[in-house]
């Protein structure tokens, strides 16, 4: 029971006062009887103080249940919903990081995560337990009933109940069943209404006037959502209709029920009170009972589609497939004079495809670097560059093959520990906070060393010296510009003295000086590491030691410069290109 481990007095409470207040309506009752029972037998002749003592004690138990019950229950509900949605959504957010990147990207997971966000633990338990305080209170007041004898209308009401508790749960789990399809259009809904309010957008959109398209759309979407709906709606209320006019004609009928069925002994007038009381209550706790089944066949939906989501397998779950285990390495493996720092990177038959696709955006791809060694990975768009180094940084998990860092002392492992190695993604995160935190990310232990973080953000060319500088204009901060970004998250990258340093495309926003100057830089700062950046400009990439050419996923080529020149292939082909743009 998760909120009980989390906090058990509210979810104790919640029980003990729920399971305390069931016989307080019956005994009100009782009290109800006894108070009109003496009302009609009390002759003026009479003193009235049982009346009086009567009239007390229905009013203690009333305070009892309105004060001394009422205010504990709402106060343990209000703190189950508060630890309870901390908890959803920290669950939630601790099982996405785990998950591969692959997955996160999937759009059936994204509509997963956004039905099992629907899941709420304390909304499951309070209802649970008011499902159990309802049916306890029906029952004592089915007894009570019995006890007077009056069998027909209890077994009339129980009947008509079952009835509409019958349809109202269709119809629940058909409306649930309607917003669990409408998910995917839910998600483009909001697409579209961020594509109308954030910044990121904003300028194409009102270059290309593109808000009344946009916003056509959106509004077709949610009339067809909304159309869905009211379909599903209108069928349940029709499912419910009968039913329900049932157990309304019934309130009216009840009274004529309990006139006309003989009573033995005959019935005194608080008797009747006791009865007619009984009945409306019974029918209101079955009405509640109802409606509070109808939402846990609700919340038990969505407590599946949580499930279902949180079963899927996190990324330090998936087994990486490895032709050889660490015992059975062979021993032309260890490089020979290999420093106790170093480690290579050996990549064999990788292949990886995107869930839901059966092309191979990575295939059979095999090659070497050696420690020390700078490699360029270069090839069209769409090659399946940036696929490769999320795979080798371990973000996606590989469809088949094999990557092995091996240690210079001989050990091998699939995964390269994360602080062996550091990355420059292309679309790497501008975080709103101090410059000094923006660099320090990737080795919080460096945050305070103020030397460190300036020389680092020297070494990559970058301007700003000011360390606790807020960033980001939403908040008020200075904004980088798109080369200035990238030199801030150069030197987050640079920061952490990892041994492998991946740059996919990172001097894509420089200018023609600063890229060489850049890429000059990144040789100078990755000596003694080994590397592999990802890029685009040939005129960079004949400096690395190693060229790796992707053509459709498949590496068609490797060598050095001269070598591939030489070859007069792929890279011949794409360098000549790109060199005859400046003869
Ligand atoms: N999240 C994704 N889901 C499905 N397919 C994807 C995804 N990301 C990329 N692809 C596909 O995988 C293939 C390789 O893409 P990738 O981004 O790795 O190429 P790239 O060589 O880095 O391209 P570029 O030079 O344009 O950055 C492409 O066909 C692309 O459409």
Not at 198 to 214: H, I, N, T
Not at 240 to 265: F, N, R, T
Not at 550 to 570: A, C, I, N, R
Request: aromatic share 8%.
């Amino acid at each position: 029971m998760i909120l009980f481990r989390l906090e058990k007095s509210p979810v104790v409470i919640l029980l003990l006062f729920s399971l305390i207040a069931v016989p307080v309506m019956p005994l009100e009752l009782w009290l109800v009887k006894s108070l009109v029972d003496h009302i009609q037998l009390w002759r003026p002749s009479e003193s009235i103080v049982r009346i009086l003592k009567a009239a007390a004690n229905l009013g203690a138990l009333m305070f009892i249940n309105n004060i001394a019950l009422g205010v504990p229950i709402p106060m343990a509900m209000t703190r189950l919903m508060e630890i309870g949605t901390h908890e959803e959504q920290r669950l939630l957010m601790h099982h996405n990081a785990s998950l591969p990147l692959a997955i996160i990207e999937s759009p059936t997971a994204k509509n997963q995560y956004e039905r099992a966000a629907k899941v709420s633990f304390s909304d499951i338990y309070s209802t649970g337990i008011q499902l159990m305080q309802t049916s306890l209170l029906s029952i004592t007041l089915i007894a009570m009933i019995l006890l007077f004898g009056q069998w027909i209308p209890a077994l009339v009401v129980v009947a008509v109940a079952s009835l509409l508790w019958h349809a109202t749960g269709k119809s629940a789990e058909s409306i649930e069943r309607t917003d669990r399809s409408q998910t995917g259009n839910r998600r483009l809904l909001r697409h579209y209404a961020d594509l109308m309010t954030k910044r990121e957008a904003a300028k194409e959109l009102r270059l290309f006037g593109l808000q009344p398209l946009l916003a056509s759309r959106w509004v077709q979407l949610h009339q067809q959502q909304s159309r869905e709906t009211l379909l599903t709606a209108s069928k349940s209320e029709v499912r419910k209709l009968g039913p329900s006019l049932l157990m309304a004609l019934l309130s009216g009928l009840l009274i004529a029920l309990l006139v006309l069925i003989p009573h033995e002994p005959e019935l005194s007038a608080g008797g009747f009170s006791l009865l007619f009381m009984a009945f409306t209550m019974l029918q209101s706790q079955l009405t509640s009972l109802i409606s509070q089944g109808a939402s846990m066949r609700t919340m038990y939906m969505r407590w599946e589609d949580y499930n279902a989501y949180m079963k899927q397998v996190g990324i330090h779950d998936i087994r990486v497939t490895s032709s050889e285990s660490p015992a059975q390495e062979s021993s032309s493996l260890v490089a020979a004079s290999a420093s106790v720092n170093e480690l290579d990177l050996r990549v064999q038959q990788l292949s990886f495809a995107y869930p839901g696709s059966e092309k191979l955006a990575v295939n059979d791809v095999s090659f070497n670097i050696p420690s020390g060694c700078r490699a360029a990975l270069v090839g069209h768009n769409g090659s399946g560059k940036s696929t490769l180094v999320k795979v080798l940084t371990g973000l996606y998990a590989l469809s088949g093959g094999d990557v092995v860092w091996q240690h210079s002392d001989g050990n091998r492992s699939p995964r390269a520990e994360r602080d062996h190695m550091s990355a420059v993604f292309q679309d790497f995160t501008k975080l709103a906070i101090t410059l000094r935190e923006n660099v320090a990310i990737s080795e919080l232990s460096e945050l305070n060393n103020d030397s460190k973080l300036s020389s680092t953000l020297q070494a990559v060319g970058s301007n700003f010296t000011d360390l606790d500088e807020q960033i980001g204009a939403a908040f008020g901060g200075m904004e980088p510009s798109g080369g200035e970004w990238q030199r801030i998250v150069t030197a987050r990258a640079l920061l952490r003295n990892a041994k492998f340093v991946f740059f996919d495309e990172p001097t894509a926003a420089l200018d023609p000086a600063a890229e060489k100057q850049a890429f000059e830089l990144f040789l100078q700062v990755t000596q003694g590491r080994s590397a592999l950046m990802v890029t685009h400009r040939l005129g960079a990439a004949r400096l690395a030691d190693l060229i790796l050419v992707m053509k459709d996923g498949v590496l068609v080529e490797s060598g050095s410069h001269d070598e591939l020149m030489q070859l007069e292939g792929e890279y011949y082909q794409m360098f000549e290109l790109q060199a005859s743009w400046y003869r």
